[in-house]
């Protein structure tokens, strides 16, 4: 560790520093108002920030807020380096107790965090700051070091400046000999007289290496009575910066570390229409409000039939086909773009970017789906005056200083429906620990799956620091998107070339948990949560879902809950595989009132002897009946489907009964999915009707569990995916309390077998990963510790398999290894083994001609009720049936009453076709 003395300087002659290509002015002075700042920075936290009449000020004095620059940062080599800025106070301080409690503006830099990533160092980093307080004094040092403080004998001057015509900040790097020193200097704004000499710190010179970034009313690690004292007085100044230039030799130039101004995006393509949404930051009144969907002339020209244009689509501004699209297919391509990619690009869409949640929505009804289409989404930032020299656009390829065109770029892969197998990535719980995620993202594209699915918990309320901000939708959304825009940034790479399922559940929605209850508002807040309903405002809700679900296909019952919150639970089909989206928390019964007799938290059941089984009451909901309608149409339709997957935020069990850091025993969790019970089995058995695989996450556990509804096994597997980043760690250990266990699977591991869960429900544990009983230090060993990692499930089309597939964080999937695997995993199932009840009896075989894998289903003729349907494989099928008695059999547009159940192997249903 080191310290650093501030040495009171006489006045030195002035630094020559030289002007590289790496040298990096604003133009806050060109840009319109609006709270986003702009491509080359990060904002901590964005809300708090704005640019207003031609400067930046932060709108808080709250303490520790700062901007990063993106595109230039410290390198490893050795150089000169000088940072400046122009400050000026925007109000004068509160008094408080006749003490000052005022603030404090200037620079840090070096900064670095443990992993060391520019984006990384962007949430946990730490460097070297110098800053000027409102009554000017100068402090410096490390951020987690006491400051050093130089008190000046007659400071009116400089006070009167910064509270006026402001005072410029230069810090910059000396060395001379043995000595390497950061000089602080301030000067005059307009002039640039030296006004003053602060001081200087010794270095070393490591400690230049990392992001640089202008802080706001940072805080320090003081000591003793004093520093007791100013941790008790909140900061209550609030600063506007102006110019900001940072030069030298070692500052380094990466434009691709710029973020937006078209963040990420997102699709999806089901049936030929193709669905996408691009995440914008909050831009301003005065930028344009539109993004632009651009794909190569040729496949617009196909996909929107001209001449011939469909007459019926709705309007482009909604994100759809125009009604004439004719006149709008023109070349309007980017000349270096062109060349560079030599495509010829044109506009098929355009989509008004949406107020709150920033997002701009597509859906393109007769996309080109059997062939790769590369896309390019088009935003134009436009400045105003004379473009300064060093402050380059990034990702731009035109040359004209009022309007410059910003791309995002990716590929709309054909449908697979000719892939043997589909592969499908699951992922759950981002703490944002080990943000930008790189390791993960890597073995990722390794992997190069063909669907992503996330199950929820995409943010928590604490990414990124600074709290939450509730009950207020505008200023609420803007504080979630930073967050969410930081899985974005972690993601958006995976993202751009495939479809992605992203599922909100209770963090993303501020809440710890949710029982939704269709919609109600909480009566207190988060008070009551636990009673049922959404805390935050429907609008805060509705820009959520937008951000994460808006590129899905249409809900299959868009009518809103309560409180005109949206649904957008439904169905994709993809590569031949029909996937089920649902959205089970937001339906769900909440136990306060309804159940909880004990004391406590009303979902935690702490009592082992506790008689669960009459938790089950009428009247709880679980999916809630517009959901079981749904999966009952949809296991019943396999148009251009051979297999089928739910896809759920969490698994129909309680399974995890440690939680938390310490373990504690939690007999029953009414957050889980194993209650209520009979909702849990109502949703069981209408996906086994479909022979549905069930993908899911949220435990911070992962799982491979074969589910019962009247026994052991009698309906659908489930995978839950382990945590990207596990924060709170929970586990599976019956063993340990010596829970009744039988028929343990043949790989005899731990944990597994047969076992009724807290609320009796049948459950047959195949795998499980628990957590290490101690985590390493290390970031990402203690990640990887807490059973950190991500999901890969296969549908093999031809075999009608799934293999389930779980690696932890730690390893390299270019050269992965046995252990790299949680125990249990790879395990590989049969589609037919999702409905996994014994049967009774058999009707005759079903033996097709003139066609093949015909879907079948089986039709109980006593009560009318549909047993089971499926795609079969091939020609022939003998179909199982549950009691004897008389069936109703359909194949495809066929349909064959009263086939009566039959002993005889050898009897056959010929259908010729």
Request: charge should be negative.
């Amino acid at each position: 560790m080191h310290r650093f003395p501030l040495i009171i300087l006489g006045v030195l002659g002035t630094l020559a520093v030289p002007s590289l290509a790496a040298d990096f002015a604003s133009d806050w002075h060109r840009q319109p108002d609006r709270i986003w700042i702009g491509p080359q920075y990060w904002a901590n936290p964005m809300e708090d920030w704005r640019l207003a009449g031609s400067r930046l000020e932060c709108t808080s004095p709250g303490p520790n807020r700062n901007v990063h620059l993106l595109t230039h940062r410290l390198g490893e080599g050795d150089g000169t380096f000088e940072m400046s800025v122009v400050v000026g106070l925007q109000q004068s301080p509160d008094r408080q107790g006749g003490d000052t409690a005022g603030g404090s503006v200037g620079f840090e830099i070096g900064i670095r965090s443990e992993l060391g990533d520019v984006r990384s160092s962007l949430i946990r980093g730490s460097g070297l700051r110098v800053v000027l307080t409102n009554n000017a004094e100068v402090k410096a040092g490390m951020a987690i070091h006491s400051p050093g403080t130089i008190r000046f004998g007659d400071a009116d001057d400089l006070v009167r400046r910064l509270q006026t015509t402001g005072l410029r900040l230069k810090w910059f790097r000396e060395s001379s000999g043995d000595r390497d020193a950061l000089v602080f200097r301030i000067h005059d704004p307009q002039s640039d007289e030296l006004l003053t000499v602060a001081g200087q710190m010794e270095i070393q010179p490591d400690q230049l290496i990392g992001n640089v970034a202008l802080v706001h009313n940072p805080t320090w690690r003081t000591q003793g009575p004093q520093g007791a004292r100013q941790r008790r007085l909140r900061p209550t100044a609030k600063f506007w910066f102006r110019d900001l230039r940072v030069s030298g030799t070692k500052v380094v130039e990466n434009r691709e570390h710029a973020f937006g101004p078209i963040l990420y995006a997102m699709h999806t393509l089901s049936r030929g229409v193709m669905t996408m949404t691009a995440q914008m930051p909050p831009v301003g009144a005065e930028d344009d409000q539109a993004v632009r969907l651009q794909v190569p002339l040729a496949a617009a020209k196909t996909m929107l039939g001209v001449p011939g244009v469909d007459s019926s689509a709705t309007s482009a501004d909604a994100g759809a086909q125009p009604k004439n699209l004719r006149p709008q297919i023109s070349d309007l391509r980017s000349q270096t773009s062109s060349l560079k990619s030599g495509i010829n690009w044109t506009t098929i869409a355009r989509s008004t970017i949406d107020p709150l949640s920033r997002t701009a929505h597509f859906r393109m009804p007769h996309w080109l789906d059997t062939e790769d289409v590369p896309y390019r989404l088009v935003y134009t930032m436009r400045t105003t005056g004379s473009k300064a020299t060093d402050s380059k656009a990034t990702d731009s390829e035109a040359t004209d200083s009022e309007a410059t065109d910003h791309f995002y770029t990716g590929t709309i892969h054909k449908d697979p429906v000719d892939k043997p197998t589909i592969s499908v990535a699951g992922f759950t719980g981002h703490k944002d620990t080990a943000f930008p995620n790189e390791l993960l993202v890597s073995n990722v594209l390794k992997h190069d799956p063909d669907v992503l699915l996330f199950t929820g918990d995409q943010i928590y309320e604490d990414a990124g620091g600074f709290g939450i901000i509730r009950g207020d939708a505008a200023r609420g959304t803007l504080n979630y998107l930073r967050k969410i825009y930081l899985w974005g940034w972690s993601f958006r790479d995976v993202m751009r070339d495939r479809p992605s399922f992203v599922l909100p559940d209770d963090h993303d929605v501020y809440q710890g948990n949710v029982w939704g209850e269709g919609g109600k508002p909480t009566t207190n807040g988060m008070k009551d949560h636990d009673a049922g309903g959404f805390a935050e405002p429907a609008d805060f809700v509705n820009a959520v879902f937008r951000t994460q679900v808006g590129h899905h296909p249409p809900a299959y019952n868009p009518t809103p809950m309560m409180q005109g919150i949206g649904c957008w639970y439904g169905d994709c089909v993809y590569g031949r595989i029909s996937f089920a989206i649902l959205e089970d928390r937001y339906f769900k019964s909440g136990p306060r009132g309804k159940v909880n007799d004990w004391p406590g938290r009303p979902d935690h059941v702490k009592d082992e002897t506790y008689d669960t089984s009459k938790l089950d009451q009428p009247g709880l909901v679980l999916l809630g009946q517009r959901q079981l309608d749904f999966l009952d149409h949809w296991a019943q339709d396999w148009r251009g489907t051979d297999m089928k997957c739910v896809c759920s935020q969490t698994i129909f069990c309680n399974l995890a009964n440690y939680h938390g850091p310490k373990q504690e025993f939690i007999f029953a969790d009414l957050d889980s999915n194993g209650w209520p019970q009979t909702g849990r089995n109502k949703a069981l058995v209408a996906m086994r009707k479909g022979f549905a695989f069930h993908y899911a996450g949220d435990q911070h556990l992962p799982s491979i569990v074969h589910h019962g509804a009247d026994t052991w096994g009698d309906a659908g597997w489930s995978f839950c995916v382990p945590s990207t980043a596990a924060g709170y760690p929970r586990s599976w250990r019956p063993d340990a309390e010596g829970r009744p266990v039988q028929n343990r699977p043949a790989a005899g591991l731990p944990n597994t077998g047969e076992y009724r869960d807290a609320f009796g429900n049948f459950v047959t544990v195949h795998a499980i990963g628990n957590p290490a009983k101690m985590n390493r230090k290390p970031v990402l060993e203690r990640l990887h510790d807490k059973s950190s990692g991500y999901g890969l499930v296969h549908f093999n089309k031809v075999d009608r398999t799934i293999t389930m597939e779980c690696w932890k964080l730690l390893f390299d999937a270019a050269n992965p290894q046995a252990e790299d695997q949680f125990p249990g995993w790879p395990k590989t199932i049969a589609m037919l083994d999702n409905d996994g009840r014994e049967p009774v009896a058999y009707l005759p075989t079903i033996n097709v001609t003139n066609t093949s894998d015909p879907v079948v289903q089986v039709v109980d003729e006593t009560n009318g009720e549909i047993a089971y349907t499926l795609r079969i494989r091939g020609t022939s099928f003998r179909p199982k049936v549950f009691h004897e008695g008389t069936y109703t059999v359909r194949v495809d547009d066929q349909t064959f009453p009263g086939i009566e159940t039959t002993t005889d192997k050898n009897a056959l249903l010929d259908i010729a076709f």
